[in-house]
């Protein structure tokens, strides 16, 4: 049974830094791209990057270039994303999700809530 | 930017027929792929490649596309339907490709 477990909810202040991780099991980690995807409370899904764990080549959607970094462990099949600096609009739910080939997600993480608050 | 365009809502009786759209220029050219998300989950998918519906997703699920729109049809709504649901595809104007979602749509059973 192919599983995202995705690490839990985080309460943080402006200003510090966060890592987030999300492990894959049931199925070969390293051949499948795993990508992030942002949801504010109350609002849409959107994707924020991409990571192949064959060679770590991640992909970041332009609204975050910069902002965050997705990185991957293979000896622990886990992918993981982080912030150096949070902000109070960071705040939202987080979700891993396995990318097909033909370019959809058929796998999804619970999802983690970050809570950025001064 | 492309942009994928869905109606904020739609609602529907339980037995109707619920169809909701997802509009985008690219979509001639690139496969439109659908989620359902409950109050509290994660996201689900009911629909990939345009019209193929994943093992487990019920039948009366389907979809379809036409030029620059596609349609999920769920056929004989039920209760449990009830959610919000996401049209995605890919763009592929940039250097590297991009994953957008289109806004949602809340599906209410009446």
């Known amino acids: 049974e192919v599983l995202l477990v995705q690490s839990g909810a985080e309460v943080k202040k402006p200003g510090e830094s966060l890592k987030i991780s999300c492990q894959g099991s049931?199925?070969?980690?390293?051949?499948?791209?795993i990508a992030w995807v942002r949801q504010v409370p109350g609002k849409g899904l959107e994707w924020m990057g991409i990571i192949y764990p064959g060679d770590s080549d991640a992909r970041y959607s332009p609204s975050v270039q910069g902002q965050v970094t997705i990185s991957v462990d293979k000896s622990t099949s886990t992918a993981s994303l982080q912030w150096s600096s949070l902000k109070a609009s960071d705040t939202a739910i987080y979700y891993c999700?396995?990318?097909?080939?033909?370019?959809?997600?058929?796998?999804w993480g619970q999802g983690a809530l970050v809570t950025v608050s001064s | 930017s492309y942009e994928l365009t869905q109606p904020p809502s739609v609602s529907v009786s339980p037995g109707q027929t619920a169809r909701i759209t997802c509009a985008g220029d690219a979509l001639p050219k690139q496969y439109v792929h659908w989620y359902q998300q409950k109050p509290g989950q994660a996201p689900v998918l009911v629909i990939y490649k345009d019209r193929e519906r994943p093992s487990g997703i019920p039948e009366r699920f389907s979809g379809s596309s036409a030029r620059t729109t596609a349609t999920l049809t769920i056929s004989g709504v039920q209760a449990e339907d009830e959610a919000d649901y996401y049209c995605q595809s890919v763009d592929t104007s940039g250097t590297y490709l991009n994953w957008i979602f289109g806004g949602g749509t809340k599906l209410t059973v009446l």
């Open positions: 999700a396995r990318r097909i080939a033909d370019g959809f997600f058929d796998y």
């Open positions: 049931g199925y070969t980690f390293t051949n499948y791209w």
